[in-house]
C-alpha cells in the first residue's frame, strides 16, 4: 500500500461551494469554498458562516482558472453565498423559540462605500435582544438575508448600520 492511499484514508470530506468574494482593495471575484460534511460547533454540515467565523486565520479556495488560494480571513469585506448553503431547510424550527427570532431590515455601509440591505435574524438572551447587542456579540461575520442570498459582512469593515424596520422581510439585491 502506497504511502497516499494511507493519506487519502484521513482525507475529511468537503463539499464544494460556489461564493462571490469581496476582498479589501479588490473587485468581486467568484470562487469555490470547501465546507466539510459535519461543523465543529453544531449538528450539520458545515456552513460558510462557521468558516469565517473559525478561529483559522487562512481558508481554502479556487479562483477562475481552477488556482488554488488561501484567503485571509480578515481581508474579505463580504462573501455571497445562496441562501440555501447557510440556511439548510432542515434547521427551521417553529414554536416558542421561533417567535423570540428578531428580525430587523438594515442598510449597512462598508468601509468603501458599498450598500448592503437586507434583514438579519437573531436570537438573543432576555433583555439582550436590541440589534446593538447582536452586532457587538463575538462573531466576526454578520449575516444579511436578501433575495435569496446569504450575505456574510466582515463587522470590522461596516461603518454604518442604519434599522430601517423590524421585522422586516428580505431587502433588495446587495449592489
Do not use: C
Amino acid at each position: 500500500m502506497s504511502p497516499f492511499t494511507l493519506l487519502s484514508e484521513y482525507r475529511i470530506p468537503k463539499r464544494e461551494v460556489a461564493a462571490e468574494v469581496s476582498l479589501l482593495g479588490q473587485p468581486r471575484n467568484v470562487v469555490k469554498l470547501f465546507l466539510g460534511d459535519r461543523a465543529e460547533n453544531h449538528s450539520g454540515p458545515e456552513k460558510p458562516s462557521d468558516l469565517l467565523n473559525g478561529s483559522r486565520p487562512f481558508f481554502p479556495a479556487v479562483e477562475p482558472p481552477d488556482r488554488f488560494v488561501l484567503l485571509h480571513r480578515d481581508s474579505v469585506t463580504a462573501l455571497s453565498v445562496e441562501a440555501e448553503v447557510e440556511f439548510p431547510a432542515e434547521e427551521s424550527s417553529g414554536g416558542a423559540e421561533a417567535e423570540a427570532v428578531a428580525k430587523v431590515l438594515v442598510e449597512l455601509v462598508l468601509q468603501d462605500w458599498t450598500k448592503v440591505r437586507g434583514t438579519v435574524q437573531f436570537l438573543m438572551p432576555e433583555g439582550r435582544r436590541r440589534l446593538i447587542d447582536f452586532l457587538n456579540t463575538g462573531d466576526r461575520f454578520l449575516i444579511v438575508r436578501a433575495d435569496g442570498l446569504a450575505h456574510l459582512i466582515n463587522k470590522r469593515r461596516i461603518v454604518r448600520v442604519e434599522a430601517l424596520e423590524a421585522g422586516g422581510e428580505e431587502g433588495d439585491r446587495w449592489p
